[in-house]
């Protein structure tokens, strides 16, 4: 009964910054891994962040840029985009591993990021 939602999506100048949010709701008892994924059209999703007890991950293409963050009173998870270039544009999903009842993978919807040169 926990659901995902992402918000913070948009059009933005190449060099700027946005700051995605994921809000999970339901009975949660712990989000444990989190995960941020893109696809753009025509390509595979691909894996651009990730939080877990082995550290974080990023994308080569993307270190340095991004951030990977939550704030667990919230239940909120967070990517922090800056320095965006155009080949950053795609559908930006979030996806976690969440202890309600049991340990189980959710994902968001997915929100856009457009980047224009």
């Known amino acids: 009964q926990v659901q995902l939602v992402e918000s913070g999506g948009g059009s933005v100048q190449a060099g700027g910054s946005l700051r995605l949010s994921c809000t999970a709701s339901?009975?949660?008892?712990?989000?444990?891994?989190i995960h941020w994924y893109r696809q753009a059209p025509g390509k595979q999703r691909e894996l651009v962040a990730s939080?877990?007890?082995?550290?974080?991950y990023y994308l080569d293409a993307v270190k340095g840029r991004f951030t990977i963050s939550r704030d667990n009173a919230k239940n909120t998870m967070y990517l922090q985009m800056n320095s965006l270039k155009v080949e950053d544009t795609g559908v930006y999903y979030c996806?976690?591993?969440?202890?309600?009842?049991?340990?189980?993978?959710?994902w968001g919807k997915g929100t856009l990021v457009t980047v224009l040169s």
């Open positions: 339901g009975s949660i008892v712990q989000i444990n891994d």
């Open positions: 939080d877990s007890s082995g550290g974080t």
């Open positions: 996806n976690a591993n969440i202890r309600s009842i049991l340990n189980e993978e959710y």
